[in-house]
């Protein structure tokens, strides 16, 4: 496989498992086991997405336990890949500006959903995500 330290890869259980060559079932059974595997074989920074998204570099991981099962639907990758992008473009470096943009966006997740979890959509956490970053304002 492709490592290359530069990056951010933010796999999905399902999509972890592809690229471990592996089965869904594994990677849940041990989420910190998968996402250290997927750190070693392509380098960089892996988000391992889901319930406890996992954040790791070759030094680190941190678990992130914001969020809620509203999020599991299309285009939530989406947005935090746009959150990531643009701390990235800041000149946040990659470990912190990823750490920062899953909390970011499960905190956003989790305040769109106060009115339930249940239809909720990608860009209902668009308003929560400037609230967070625009404090006070």
């Known amino acids: 496989p492709y490592r290359n330290e530069h990056w951010i890869l933010?796999?999905?259980p399902g999509e972890a498992a592809r690229l471990l060559g592996s089965t869904t079932a594994k990677v849940q059974a041990d989420r910190f086991a998968a996402v250290q595997a997927l750190q070693q074989r392509y380098g960089g920074v892996?988000?391992?997405?889901?319930?406890?998204?996992?954040?790791?570099?070759?030094?680190?991981?941190t678990?992130?336990?914001?969020?809620n099962p509203g999020m599991g639907t299309g285009g939530m990758g989406?947005?935090?890949s746009?959150?990531?992008a643009s701390l990235l473009a800041q000149g946040i470096p990659p470990y912190p500006a990823a750490r920062l943009a899953v909390f970011l966006h499960a905190r956003a997740g989790d305040l769109a959903a106060?009115?339930?979890e249940?239809?909720?959509?990608?860009?209902?956490?668009?308003?929560?995500?400037r609230h967070l970053v625009n404090p006070g304002q």
């Open 82 to 84: 746009g959150v990531i």
């Open 10 to 12: 933010t796999p999905h």
């Open 78 to 80: 989406d947005v935090l």
């Open 63 to 67: 678990l992130c336990s914001a969020g």
């Open 114 to 116: 106060a009115d339930g």
């Open 46 to 61: 892996i988000v391992l997405k889901g319930a406890g998204s996992l954040i790791a570099d070759a030094v680190d991981c």
């Open 118 to 129: 249940r239809g909720l959509l990608a860009c209902d956490l668009l308003p929560f995500l």
